[in-house]
């Protein structure tokens, strides 16, 4: 199995809405990512989980909560999220995260709205 | 502030033809170098990586590294219209930045 997968693909929540996106890969990578793109920008780095463990946040505000229950799934909790941001919310693994060396492997995404 | 810059684009370029994508990186510490692929609406896709200086070849893909000017790059030979989409550069070490990518459209 070579594949993150990510759900739901598409999302659409209120400003008032508690929703969660989940993120699952079985490669046995130890690294884990959440990234936030933009339309016609690159990917953002959000979150690094290390082991389970937070390693990374690019002081992301708190309306997002990220979540590694065990080191095969990742959630990001949503609440209170503003119009500005929607986007194409992107989970990613790799083998470990102390060296990038082997690059990401990234899930299918999820299109998030808020509306 | 670490910065990873690409030839802004968007390039055109023909059926058959080379097409050629660069990029320059700030961080002197980067040690992995990576090419991915993005069509509209979907995900990345990795297609290339190099981490040491010189060229690496895989099929119709080479990417060339050269440390010393903090170039990458990466030549699409015998362009095909799928290989239309935009071309992210990555590089780092414990975590990777991005450029701002480049549209590449091949013309039939």
């Known amino acids: 199995d070579t594949e993150v997968t990510q759900t739901p693909k598409h999302l659409v929540m209120g400003m008032t809405n508690k929703k969660s996106l989940k993120c699952e890969q079985h490669?046995?990578?130890?690294?884990m990512y959440w990234y936030k793109q933009k339309a016609k920008k690159p990917p953002e780095l959000m979150f690094v989980y290390s082991y389970e463990k937070l390693s990374i946040n690019e002081s992301v505000p708190s309306r997002f909560s990220p979540e590694c229950p065990n080191s095969s799934l990742l959630n990001l909790h949503l609440h209170a999220l503003q119009p500005e941001d929607s986007a194409l919310y992107l989970c990613a693994s790799s083998q470990d995260w102390d060296r990038a060396f082997w690059g990401y492997t990234f899930g299918s995404g999820t299109r998030l709205t808020v509306v | 502030q670490k910065e990873v810059e690409q030839n802004s684009g968007p390039l055109s370029v023909p059926e058959g033809a080379i097409a050629s994508l660069n990029c320059t990186y700030s961080?002197?510490?980067?040690?992995?170098f990576f090419w991915y692929r993005q069509y509209s609406g979907k995900s990345p896709e990795l297609i290339m990586s190099?981490?040491?200086?010189g060229d690496k070849e895989d099929g119709r893909f080479t990417a060339q590294l050269n440390k010393a000017s903090q170039y990458v790059s990466l030549l699409i030979r015998d362009s095909q219209p799928s290989d239309s989409a935009t071309y992210l550069c990555a590089a780092g070490a414990q975590k990777l930045v991005f450029g701002q990518g480049t549209r590449l459209t091949i013309n039939p």
């Open positions: 961080d002197r510490g980067s040690q992995s």
């Open positions: 190099i981490y040491s200086n």
């Open positions: 490669m046995g990578h130890r690294a």
